[in-house]
Nanobody
Framework: QLQLVESGGGLVQPGGSLRLSCAAS????????IGWFRQAPGKEREGVSC????????NYADSVKGRFTTSRDNAKNTVYLQMKSLKPEDTADYYC?????????????????????WGQGTQVTVSS
């Protein structure tokens, strides 16, 4: 059974940094492209970034470009989301999910049903 578990969320001040982790069990993450998503209270879930399975090609939503970095460690079966220069509007629950290899793109990040095996999420709060 494919399972993803996110961790690393917490409370951080504006301008601060956090690193989220997405750990896989029951399958190998390097068989999939991985997406990061977030959902703020009262808002729809939105795509944040994705990373391809082999070449590690990354794509980002405009709202996080230059501040967030996605990486993967296939040996640890884990994908990371490094977040810097955090803003209050980054406050949300963050999720990871898988999609087929070769799909990672800004356009596919907008299609939630292209992704599956969603984790339970980790909460990020940016506040002073």
């Amino acid at each position: 059974q494919l399972q993803l578990v996110e961790s690393g969320g917490g409370l951080v001040q504006p301008g601060g940094s956090l690193r989220l982790s997405c750990a896989a069990s029951g399958f190998s993450l390097d068989d999939y492209d991985i997406g990061w998503f977030r959902q703020a209270p009262g808002k729809e879930r939105e795509g944040v970034s994705c990373i391809s399975n082999s070449a590690g090609i990354t794509n980002y939503a405009d709202s996080v470009k230059g501040r967030f970095t996605t990486s993967r460690d296939n040996a640890k079966n884990t994908v990371y989301l490094q977040m810097k220069s955090l803003k209050p509007e980054d406050t949300a629950d963050y999720y990871c999910a898988v999609t087929d290899p070769g799909r990672c793109s800004v356009l596919v990040l907008q299609v939630l049903n292209a992704f599956s095996s969603w984790g339970q999420g980790t909460q990020v709060t940016v506040s002073s």
